[in-house]
């Protein structure tokens, strides 16, 4: 339980005890003489001598592990089986010993009957004949005599369990004494034979505990299970007869049962219990890791009715995987079925062993808890698995004399490390490739051995080379938290000091093409790149970038990983296909298994490869890997509290040390405890290490109540939720410069974001909850070593420590890659149908033969020989891989065209050969430029209809695949049910555990303006901006279809989201600090909208929003920023229009601007970033609901915009020009104009016309 840690603790707990309380008023009674007393009035000598002889016991009955010389208790897993079944230590010591792994069924009832629970039983002169007939009548045979009181223990158990009769009132009352522990005793015989990895024996024991709770035989029919009147028991005599194996029951039909049971009322109720046993389909594959490890993927899905009567909400099941001979466990963990996902597939992923010779195959076995028969056995076959080859060699380090800093030659560039003297041995050795030499180079490292300065140096020799001329290099990092904490970094150094150009790209096209033309040092997320340099061809600053870094490369294993895999091997392609192109390519990971092929795919020379070791860190880590046996997550997770707490109080001492949990509650959670416990102690603010009023007016500026408090007992947390400055204090405090505050507490999706490190790091855990997949995840491998990195100091510590704190089943795969290099994977596959299409859309692939070319550049292809299993590929030949590649390119342009995205047609080449051609059509185009996955497209396409209204258009919108990495939190869905209630959302059916019914909840909060819990406000404001390049393209996708309505629906609905509000309620509401109260109280003045308020006098304004002048000043900003702009247009040649024909409206756009006036931004307090208007000249007719041309242009000053459009039919039109805004509601203009269009031309008229021009 973690109560006690060592003889100190353990005498405190022992002074709360009766026994103590007695030993001080009676001594004599407990040995203690009256010298003792004396000498020793509170009895410290003679509680420390009962605990040494109590931990002495334990310790040899393997209970716990007992330090004499530190006085330190450390659990095993026996103790703790012990201390939850309520076991005493003369039952483990037993089991301990007798437990074999070929008992039977015989042996296991005997070790039974030998617990110290039963020791005391007897037995008696008058039950011996009676214990002689049930001797006779249980099933499994008895050893010993009936004068035995083990027989006695024995045979009443299985009497019990047969529901024997019985006779004496004495016999009854033993056997209520027998079975109220023979369900605690047997599980635990489990328990103990699961951690031993016992496969058979652990099924018999098992089995038999199910027996003792279900009180039948496996030679019972498993129908007897359900307590039901409807199962007669002559039926159920009638199928135990037919002897029919249980496998061919779920075969059978109600006739086919009928025709067994004899009975007509019974095959009804009979048909419908078999299929109410769990019964569960499995599927499984294998993907080789390395050569000694590989990945199963389990898929499982209930095949049985769920009843809550007999089920309840949830059904618990042991998932275990045999080796070959079905001897050994190689892996068990418990699996929840529960009611709300019994429709769905779950998703299992172990990681297990592979020895060596490679064996024929594993066994999964998933086993019910508690219902006997029910038990599904999946045999994975390893006969044709290709195991990749041992390719790993690391680099050594040299013992090289570290380098000054003055080795980079330029005082100013010495100038930017006033801390730094000498490089550290990592940063030796690599310097001449980095520094002295334009060839690629990739560095392998731990985290925390300096490869953020590696980067800096590759910057710093491109500006040397450069020798003054303005040159660009990209720094492109997996995730935006990476990139915003380099940028901080850079600003200052690059920018302020060096007077570069730093610029951090946003996703607006329009904004970075500005970035990308004046920065130097740009920096920029992997999707970032991706979506500016796809047009490379156009884009010469993209063919012109000198240096490209990228940063933790062994991320292409994760989520991010295609799209910088893509990006790299676009940017090598563009260095082979342009003429002079100079891109230099440096690439940063950790430790990596494959280094070689990552150093051949980025164009690395040999000598120019560097894969040092995971332990050649500058400041070393001691990584300390700790299992809790727990089954459930959240019983578990709280067992790791007091660990965690004693592992910072006796190992970090006074240093820094980071807490990782794995949500925002159990932060909460671990920081309440933290404080409890100081509390607890005899000096409570252990872990501040300064005096209170020297942090008092820190204190006072914290917003978080929780936070001021933890603060004063030097413990700080950090949350996504928290304001900016509560983080700012946080950090500052913990700042190794001033030390105030030891320790801090975050979740782990903060382990990018803090700028932070410390002598020691605690993982509290190493899994989250997957709401997509309602089950509790394992941490991405990459985001583990990042936490991990956090450890030691450089400049501060000798060393650093790391404490993981895991579910024990998890433990050896830890192990595996917490000490040995990071295996890396291309997941391209996967994901490569977006960049297909993105590339047939801009010309760089044709054909289908092209887009095999294409994937030759990419980590994929090096990969597929190496590993090809791992990618389904089942042999290593070069006809292999060409049909492998073959294959993948051919489903992947099915999609697209099935998807409507691309068409296929066909040419003819100069020597008259057919040749199909991939074009890009327009679904596909807006997919590729909006940055949006082909999938979404499809969805918007089909979707969108003539009459569509913008609730529907939310909802389509929500639909979209980019809303599927929403995060869904544990226990989230509940909340998200009343969510819909405040929404007013009545639709049926709606699933709280999936993404996109949580972001169409999450926008209707939105425009409502209601409050929510500050994790949900997060999952706001990342959502918000994905939502307007989905609202272009769903723009342009109704405009293909040419329907008005739902065209200015979608334009309404992007205004909505930047502003935070319905269609329906006041423009005013756009502008700071107006309420609905006030927006009503000014339209009842006649106010209704932002022009109007401007209009008004300037006392009778103030009168009326009775605001005081801060506010006002506020108001009267935002209502400046309105965009006052005036629209004229003039049709060319309108008296001269034909049908069919070009109409050219020439539109005239003017802002209404003070020459010296900046063009304002929009104002937005709902919408997180900062954003430029962007606006629709849409011609439409209103009476045909149908739209002629629509484009979207933005507005400076002045802008001059032709739009045209085919010439309807002859005779009159009336249409109406519309002026949307993408940004603002109320600013949108509507002009209604007349064109006469004369019949069609003649082809003579046509020719004469040409003529002319």
Known sequence: MGTVQNTREASTWLAYTYLYVRMLRKPGVYGVSREEMEDDPKLEQRRADLIHTAATQLDKANLIKYDRKAGIFEATDLGRVCSHYYLTAGTMTKFNEHLKPTMHELDIFRLFSMADEFKYMSVREEEKMELGKLLDQVPIPVKETKENPLAKVNVLLQAYISQLKLEGFALMSDMVYITQSAGRVMRAMFEIVLKRGWAELADKVLGVAKMVEKRMWLSHSPLRQFKSKMLEEAVLDRLERKNLPWERYYNLTTQDIATIVDNPRSPKHIYKFIHMIPKLDLQASAQPVTRSMVRIELVITADFQWDKKYHGTAEAFHVIIEDPDGERILHHEPFILKDRYVSEEHYLYFHLPMFEPKPPQYFIKVVSDRWMWSESVLPISFRALILPEKSYSHTELLDLKPLSITALGDPTYQALYPNIKTLNPIQTQVFNAVYRSNDNVLVCAPVGSGKTMIAEMAFLAMFTEAQGQRVRGVYVAPTQDQVAVTYEHWKEKFGEKLGKAVVMLTGDTAVDLNLLERGEVILSTAKCWDKLSRRWHKRRNISTIRLLVTDDLHMLSTIEGPTMEIVVSRMRHIAASVKDSKIRIVGLAHSLLHARDVGLWLGCPTQAQFNFHPSSRPV??????????????????????????????????????????????????????????????????????????????????????????????????????????????????????????????????????????????????????????????????????????????????????????????????????????????????????DHLNAEIVYKTIEAKQDAVDYMTWTFLYRRLRQNPNYYKMYGVSHEHMSEYLSELAENSIKSLQDAGCITIEEQQTEQGEKREVLEGANLGMIAAYYYIQYTSIEIFASSIKESTKIRELIEILSSATEFEEVLIRHHEDARLEKMSMHCGIKQANLQFNSPHTKASLLLHAHFSRRSFAPELMEDLKMLLPQTIPLIYALVDVIGSNRWLTPILSCMELSQMIVQGMWDRDSPLLQLPYFTPQLAKKCQANGIESVFDLLEMDDDARVKLLGMGQKQLSAVAMACNSYPNIEMSHEVEDADDLHQGEQVVVHVTLVRELNDEDPVPKVVHPLYPQEKKEAWWVVVGDKAANYVHVVRRVTVERKNKVSVEFVAPRQGKHSLTMYFMCDSYVGADQEVAFEINVKEPLSSDEESDMSTDE
């Open 620 to 833: 070393p880590i001691e990584i300390q890997l700790r299992g809790f046996d727990q089954p459930g997550f959240s019983t578990r997770t709280v067992s790791m509290y007091k660990p965690a707490y004693l592992a910072v109080k006796h190992q970090a001492e006074d240093k820094p040390v980071i807490i990782f949990t794995p949500s925002k509650r159990i932060t909460y959670d671990i920081v309440v405890e933290l404080l409890t416990l100081c509390q607890g102690e005899i000096k409570p603010k252990q872990f501040l290490h300064c005096s209170t009023d020297e942090i008092q007016p820190h204190i006072e500026l914290v917003k978080d109540k929780l936070l001021r408090k933890a603060l004063s007992y030097g413990i700080g947390f950090y949350d996504d939720g928290m304001v900016r400055s509560d983080k700012a204090i946080v950090s500052a405090l913990f700042d190794a410069a001033i030390g105030a505050i030891q320790v801090v507490v975050a979740p782990y999706t903060m382990a990018y974001k803090l700028d932070i490190s410390a002598f020691m790091v605690v993982m509290v855990g190493t899994q989250y909850y997957d709401g997509k997949e309602y089950r509790h995840a394992d941490y991405n491998m990459a985001d583990t070593l990042q936490m991990i990195g956090k450890a030691g100091r450089q400049q501060h510590d000798d060393h650093g420590i790391a404490y993981v704190m895991c579910h024990t089943p998890k433990k050896e795969y830890l192990k595996k890659v917490l000490y040995d290099p990071y295996p890396v994977e291309s997941h391209l596959d996967g994901f490569i149908i």
